[in-house]
């Protein structure tokens, strides 16, 4: 079984940093994108970030290109989005997906989703 | 940049036929995904690549896509169908999310 555990979430000031991680489960891996979405309170979902599953190509969102940065540990089947310069914009639950088709080029349908840790950043 | 645009809110009533639309600039040139996502849950793949239904999602649910418009049709709709559900498109290294339509069944 398929299984996405995000963990990091919290409270954090305008200008700090935080690093969510996601521990998968299930599935081998290394030949699978990860991807990082979020959804602010009461709105739609926002792509944040993709990363190919040998960590080679990643993408990000243009709102969070330059201050976040996504990374992978393939031995320990992690997946890691580090946050830095945060703003009160960014304040959202941030899940951990899995794309659906293996070594696929760009990840892009994502079949399995955590169930999300929340990022609150105020003063 | 690419936006999809979804309209808010849709109904329907149980056992007929839910169409929900996603616009975008020759969208039908991409790859349309929807999602669903039910209150207090993750989101859920329900169709990827135009028509493409993920193992386990049921049969009533189908899509399509050509020119500017992409379509979720939701046929027999019941009452476990009524959540939001997103678009999605792959343009220029980024995915794009539809705005979502909160789809009502009376």
């Known amino acids: 079984e398929v299984q996405l555990l995000e963990s990091g979430g919290g409270l954090v000031q305008p200008g700090g940093s935080l690093r969510l991680s996601c521990a998968a489960s299930?599935?081998?891996?290394?030949?699978?994108?990860m991807a990082w979405v979020r959804q602010a309170p009461g709105k739609g979902l926002e792509w944040v970030t993709g990363?190919?599953?040998?960590?080679?190509?990643?993408y990000y969102a243009d709102s969070v290109k330059g201050r976040f940065t996504v990374s992978r540990d393939n031995s320990k089947s992690t997946l890691f989005l580090q946050m830095n310069s945060l703003r009160a914009e960014d304040t959202a639950l941030y899940y951990c997906?899995?794309?659906?088709?293996?070594?696929?080029?760009?990840?892009?349908?994502?079949?399995?989703w955590g169930q999300g840790a929340l990022v609150t950043v105020s003063s | 940049s690419y936006e999809l645009t979804q309209a808010p809110s849709v109904s329907v009533y149980p056992g007929q036929t839910a169409s929900i639309t996603c616009s975008g600039d020759?969208?039908?040139?991409?790859?349309a995904s929807w999602y669903q996502q039910k209150p207090g849950q993750s989101p859920m793949l329900v169709i990827y690549?135009?028509?493409k239904r993920p193992s386990g999602i049921p049969e009533r649910f189908s899509g399509s896509n050509s020119g500017n418009t992409a379509t979720l049709t939701i046929s027999g709709t019941q009452a476990m169908d009524e959540a939001d559900y997103y678009c999605?498109?792959?343009?220029?290294?980024?995915?794009?999310f539809g705005g979502g339509t909160r789809l009502t069944v009376l």
């Open positions: 997906a899995k794309d659906l088709n293996v070594a696929a080029a760009a990840t892009v349908y994502l079949d399995y």
């Open positions: 299930g599935f081998t891996f290394s030949s699978y994108g």
């Open positions: 990363i190919s599953g040998s960590g080679t190509n990643t």
């Open positions: 020759k969208l039908g040139d991409k790859y």
């Open positions: 690549q135009d028509t």
């Open positions: 999605q498109a792959w343009d220029s290294s980024h995915v794009v």
